[in-house]
């Protein structure tokens, strides 16, 4: 009988930093990736960001399908590796470890301008953004996430938790372009120093969407807990948007978070979403309970 060799995605084998911030797995990405329209992957000109890299799958896996749509507009490889990296994928870690695993899984260098890197770039970070933020505290609360300046006001050996993608009232001119399709897997919420319990935690993937639909892309994507279906702490306004909003055309929404995060609990499961601009109607809601759709 002949030894059959099993060679694993390494992004569908890391392991998570934390119950809050969990990787998205390759497969996962892909599911998301297929509510977008199929002629995406062979427009040169389109455009995609990540608000929230944490091991780089997302734009790895855009990467793959424009490299197979734009063959035939671009027929040199290394041509059409070197337009997609520079010219369509961007990013922006959420800590300084996630940007050189970022980097690391898609231009397979932790240096973007490294002698490994695929593509050619004149800077380390390539299009893989990470810059060290402060919170802006005000009567004991950053005045853009509302974290507790008790717990985060910490000193340069510790991350500050302050996602630079949702510390900022113009998210525009932090690329200073514009985006067609934005997509990621934020993280999902703070602590706020009262200590046990993940419901006293304070929720943040609502302001990274918040954040996304200010800069008006043609499609948003982002997998979130569930739990923001039903409400929760500070999620009365963001779920009142969520359900008047006539553009989220799809929603698949899995009862258990493990079928997406495997040996991850979350109360509520999780779901993902498409927003798409051009849209207006009813949503497709998918409820997915053990895998089978209802």
Not at 70 to 89: E, N, V
Not at 180 to 208: H, W
Request: proline fraction near 5%; charged fraction near 20%.
């Amino acid at each position: 009988m002949s030894k059959i060799n099993h060679n694993p995605d390494v992004l569908s084998c890391i392991a998570n930093l934390s119950n809050d911030e969990v990787f998205t797995p390759p497969d996962v990405a892909g599911r998301m990736l297929d509510m977008l329209p199929q002629e995406l992957w062979s427009n040169p000109d389109t455009t995609f960001l990540d608000p929230a890299c944490k091991s780089g799958v997302f734009l790895r896996e855009i990467a793959k399908r424009l490299i197979a749509g734009l063959a035939g507009a671009i027929p040199d490889l290394q041509q059409r590796i070197d337009h997609i990296f520079t010219r369509q994928l961007f990013g922006m870690a959420i800590t300084e470890l996630t940007s050189l695993l970022s980097r690391r899984s898609v231009y397979c260098s932790k240096k973007a301008d490294g002698a490994f890197s695929v593509a050619h770039f004149d800077t380390p970070h390539g299009n893989i953004l990470f810059d060290r933020t402060e919170h802006t505290w005000h009567n004991g609360r950053c005045i853009f996430c509302g974290a507790s300046k008790d717990v985060y006001d910490r000193d340069n050996r510790l991350e500050t938790h302050a996602y630079r993608f949702i510390h900022t009232e113009k998210p525009q001119d932090l690329f200073k372009m514009k985006f067609d399709v934005i997509i990621g897997n934020p993280p999902y919420q703070l602590s706020d120093g009262s200590g046990g319990s993940t419901d006293a935690a304070m929720p943040i993937y609502n302001k990274f969407i918040e954040q996304a639909k200010k800069l008006v892309p043609k499609y948003l994507i982002m997998i979130i807990p569930s739990k923001w279906m039903v409400g929760g702490r500070g999620l009365q306004s963001f779920r009142k948007d969520m359900m008047n909003d006539t553009h989220i055309k799809q929603i698949y929404d899995y009862e258990d978070a493990s079928f997406c995060f495997k040996g991850i609990h979350i109360d509520g499961g999780v779901c993902y979403f498409l927003w798409d601009k051009d849209y207006s109607g009813m949503t497709n809601y998918i409820l997915l309970i053990n895998q089978a759709m209802l």
